[in-house]
């Protein structure tokens, strides 16, 4: 059994390395599991990975979890092209920074807004405090400062003048809260201008085709109500 990579697109880090595996001629399986019907929690699944989420790789014997891993597996196994993950020790580190840090400095501040302004009224029924609204927004607001003062800078990429791994995470990420009506770019030209470089880099056809279920996220029908019931106690945390 060659590679399978088990995604489901409406991750964010599911299109990141579903992009890169395309973008690098990566023979692989796809095996779609899909969240919103509860695939993840599965026993088949769980024999993949035992954390049960999605991304998840199976190659052979060998299965792999987390995206940052994964990626950097495919990177190294395949021998992708260097910009993605350099050579280069200071430029390999400005890539690892980011990835480092977007676990906690930037995915949660991003996901919120999808969960707010769609994920709860449209999954739930429920609807979010004003004031919990505002300040998500305003965290979303402080995190894409950052992302554009200490990351960009007035770099065409992220870590210098190439497309890498953090430049292809971290867009994917920005696109959750544009799926929910966040005009993320908006007033900001130095990362708009960014934007349209990492998706001329990967390929605008590819980049859409990977985000062409999120951005209709609004029109899905509500999940399954089994699995309704098993995301309300977090949707309602979230809402809080």
């Known amino acids: 059994m ?7 697109l409406l991750s964010q880090p599911c299109r990141a390395v579903y992009i890169f595996a395309k973008k690098n001629g990566i023979p692989f399986e796809l095996r ?3 969240l919103l019907k ?4 599965s026993d088949a699944f769980a024999q993949v990975n035992p954390m049960q989420k999605v991304p998840a790789l199976k190659d ?3 299965t792999l979890a987390e995206s940052v891993a994964i990626l950097l597996y495919l990177s ?13 020790l200071q430029t390999r580190a400005r890539v690892d920074e980011y990835l480092a840090w977007q676990h906690t400095g930037l995915r949660n501040s991003f996901a919120l807004p999808t969960y707010h302004q769609v994920m709860i009224p449209v999954f739930l029924g429920e609807s979010v405090r004003p004031e919990t609204l505002a300040a ?17 800078q007035n770099k065409a990429f992220l870590a210098g003048p190439h497309i890498s ?6 867009l994917t990420e920005l696109m959750h809260p544009v799926s929910a009506g966040c005009r993320v770019f908006e007033g900001r030209p130095k990362l708009a201008a960014w934007r349209q470089r990492v998706e001329a880099a990967v390929g605008h056809d590819l980049f859409r085709e990977a985000h062409a279920v999120i951005l209709k996220v609004k ?4 999940a399954d109500p089994s699995v309704k019931e098993k995301l309300r106690p977090l949707m309602q945390i979230l809402g809080q």
């Open 2 to 8: 060659g590679l399978e990579l088990y995604l489901d």
């Open 32 to 34: 779609t599991v899909e």
């Open 219 to 222: 029109d899905l029908p509500p």
């Open 165 to 170: 791994l953090a430049d292809l995470v971290a």
């Open 60 to 62: 052979g014997d060998f």
């Open 38 to 41: 509860g695939q993840h929690q």
């Open 136 to 152: 998500t927004l305003a965290t979303l607001d402080r995190c894409l400062q950052l992302l554009e003062d200490k990351f960009l």
């Open 76 to 88: 190294r196994k395949y021998q992708t092209p260097d910009h993605w993950y350099p050579q280069d």
